[in-house]
């Protein structure tokens, strides 16, 4: 089913620019079309029926040369007993994203990415241990962009070590641009770095264009991703 989304002048997020009020109809075919020109939405909260658009003058990106891994995170990748998993529970990691007591991702949002997951356009990347879901995380993929949405934990750097897999599987597999949309401390620390909108734009027009696929290659292992993900103290 569409989802109603307004496209207000609303402040949001630092260095984000929504454009003027109108009302639309959500599918997703459009929320595909608007990745594509490098705009996304998001929700006041987990209980508000508003979605917003949001186009950065300042972008997030996660350059897929290789995370900063701190010599703690290294140990943990090397000691964690975590089985991962693609795709194998994508409304969970959904799920387990919206629980935060503040959030972006309401009802709408999760129905439309799960409906994207059903059309094999929305991916998510799980760790368990055993039988519980205790980390991952999710996005969007098209062409050669992949347009992180969302982590969680329920495991000490969980979420982390979840991402380390997905920068070297995404690499492996020809992706070219990695999306955070902001940059956050956190994503800084792990090798994020800020683009201008424009510098973004260039970036997404080639990644569209770049032959990739989530599917091309199993998913690395351990110590493939201490190979390829850069050492910092």
Known sequence: MPCSITWLAKPGPTNSEPARAMRLELTP?????????????????????????????????????GMHLSRSLRRRLRNAPYRVTLDADFTGVI???????STWI???ITALFCALHARGHAHSLELWDGAELVGGIYGLAQGGLFA???MFSRRRD???????????????CGFVLFDTQYLTEH??????????????RTR???ALKADASIHRH?????????QFNTQTS
């Open 29 to 65: 075919e459009t929320l595909l079309q608007a990745y594509r020109m490098g705009v996304f939405p998001m929700a006041e909260s987990r209980e508000s029926a508003e979605l917003y658009w949001f186009d950065p003058v300042a972008r997030g990106i996660l350059p897929l040369n």
């Open 95 to 101: 799920r387990g994203c919206a629980e935060r007591d």
């Open 106 to 108: 309401n009802a709408e």
């Open 148 to 150: 992180g949405e969302s």
């Open 158 to 172: 969980a979420s982390k070590l979840a991402l380390a897999y997905l920068v070297t599987h995404l690499a492996r």
């Open 187 to 200: 994503l800084a620390s792990l090798g994020g770095i800020e683009i201008s909108r424009t510098a973004y």
């Open 204 to 206: 997404l027009a080639r």
């Open 218 to 226: 199993a998913l690395p292992s351990a110590q493939d991703v201490l």
